[in-house]
């Protein structure tokens, strides 16, 4: 790891995709001055002033730097959302940073949970070395859903105002009962600094909870009606959505589970959907996506891991796994799986969800995919790094998620664009970031093989420098 203070450097005799032109630009020059890019010239053309650093990159790949539109910084890939006391949450921080950066991704819109103001401000000030963090604060929730404090800690509100400072979640959520209550949690949010606003779509998080023996399950392990039927009310959610837009605030929207819920959010007003649907969006939904500009954050690959990990344990104790998930987190997560492998054999609760994987996989987000681009919708890469439940996937794999896209139909290009162009203009930063053009900010990438040949490229990062710095290098960056 490196971190060089430069206020000129030059990257010259680089192959060059800028994320506008779907082509390489050949023997380029790209200059940068006080973290800004200067000059984008050919080789030969950029007169290089004295006492400036000069890297020269013949026969690698300069990109953007990459952007993933739905992480979390304080988790790991594992179900560690409530265990803080397993590892100092700034070590954690300060790990999947450095993972973040290494993998060439140098902005990120960070999921709620717990209170990252301090450390995303040590990041700015380069205390700590990590990719530019847009942040949610806290999530806007009903009581006992998705997000809601109460379905962590479902008891009184004396112990839970005391649980909720031990395990460090008060930022969790705010939950509301009625349109005004949404009202003022987004003005509260917007003043305590966040950049956009998280909720949730209408929608069970028990989504086959309408089964009485289902249902019966999930009152014998102890969860009450009022966590089973809870659900985000439309005119709450429009609420948000309404009261966002007059704080120059965007909305994110966590699918929570079937294509009902996700048409609901985009009617509301949501500016993103987060995650797949298991089922099938209609033509009117992405239609209104494409009118109203409502980016979808497919997170896919998040459940094709988790498939993966529960058919294959052995991928779990995988070299690369230990080590972007060290102990006593790793065990953490072997624990949980295991718990999950024996409840699926059992026909326990998760065995719904994983018998509709293959659906998903085979039909629905290939057809939605297809029919997604064919209109025209924007999507924007995250791949849900961090979070465990139905995912764990660990930081640094956000080309895993470009992989799955083309898998199914779309280009290199534009699966570069998800990570870049589009994803800049998701987060409001298209203006700054995105694209490696005069003017915008200095976040480039170097990789040592053609991701348009092969997306799978996207993994080989060889340098990266975020605001004109170089934070990670694998190379000689003599000149």
């Known amino acids: 790891m490196k971190n ?11 192959d060059l995709i800028d994320g506008e032109k779907n082509r390489i630009q050949k023997d380029m020059m790209i200059g940068i001055k006080d973290g800004v890019i200067e000059n984008v010239e050919r080789s030969g053309e950029l007169e290089i002033p004295k006492e400036t650093e000069v890297i020269s990159l013949s026969g690698r790949i300069v990109i953007s730097g990459m952007i993933d539109s739905h992480v979390h910084l304080f988790q790991s890939g594992v179900d560690d959302f409530m265990k803080p006391y397993a590892e100092r949450l700034k070590t ?43 942040d949610s604060g806290p999530a806007i929730s009903v009581p006992y859903s998705y997000f809601s404090k109460l379905s962590y800690m479902p008891f009184n509100a004396v112990l839970r105002f005391f649980m909720e400072r031990i395990y ?25 600094g966040a950049d956009f606003i998280k909720t949730i ?15 019966q399950n999930l009152l014998e392990m102890g969860l009450k009606e009022e966590q089973i039927e809870a659900s985000m009310d439309p005119e709450i959610l429009k609420a948000i959505t309404e009261q966002a837009r ?65 058919d294959n344990p052995d991928k779990y104790d995988s070299k690369e796994i230990k080590e972007l998930i060290p102990e006593p987190l790793h065990s953490f997560g072997k624990k949980s799986l295991e718990k999950i492998r024996e409840d699926i054999e059992q026909g326990g609760l998760w065995s719904k969800f994983y018998d509709e994987i293959d659906s998903m996989k085979e039909e629905y987000f290939p057809k939605n995919l297809e029919r997604a681009m064919e209109k025209g919708v924007k999507i924007a890469a995250g791949v849900d790094c961090g979070a465990g ?66 997306i799978s490229n996207m993994k080989d990062v060889e340098l990266v420098i975020k605001e004109g710095k170089i934070l990670y290098s694998e190379i000689d960056v003599g000149g």
């Open 246 to 310: 007059k704080e120059d605030m965007k909305v994110a929207c966590h699918n929570i589970y079937g294509p009902e819920g996700f048409s609901l959010a985009v009617e509301a007003g949501a500016d993103s959907i987060e995650h797949s649907p298991i089922g099938l969006i209609d033509e009117e939904t992405l239609e209104l996506m494409v009118k109203n500009e409502v980016f979808w954050v497919p997170t896919i690959y998040a459940f094709y891991n988790w498939k993966n990990l529960i």
């Open 168 to 192: 460090r979640i008060k930022d969790l959520s705010i939950d509301v009962k009625n349109e005004k209550e949404a009202r003022e949690a987004v003005k509260k949010i917007e003043k305590k």
């Open 4 to 14: 060089k203070k430069s206020e000129q450097i030059i990257l010259k005799d680089v």
């Open 92 to 134: 954690k921080f300060k790990r999947n940073c450095s993972i973040t950066i290494e993998s060439g991704v140098t902005t990120v819109r960070n999921m709620p949970g717990y209170d990252i103001s301090k450390y995303r401000k040590k990041v700015k000030q380069g205390e700590i070395p990590g990719p530019r963090i847009i």
């Open 201 to 215: 779509t209408p929608g069970s998080n028990y989504p086959y909870a309408e089964e009485e023996s289902y249902k």
């Open 389 to 454: 439940g139905a995912g764990y996937v660990p930081h640094g794999q956000l080309y895993k998620e470009l992989e799955v896209y083309v898998d199914n139909g779309m280009d290199e290009f534009s699966a570069i664009q998800t990570a870049t162009k589009n994803a800049a203009e998701l987060l409001g930063l298209d203006e700054k970031v995105g694209t490696i053009e005069k003017g915008k900010i200095g976040d480039l990438v170097v990789l040592g093989s053609d991701p348009l040949d092969d």
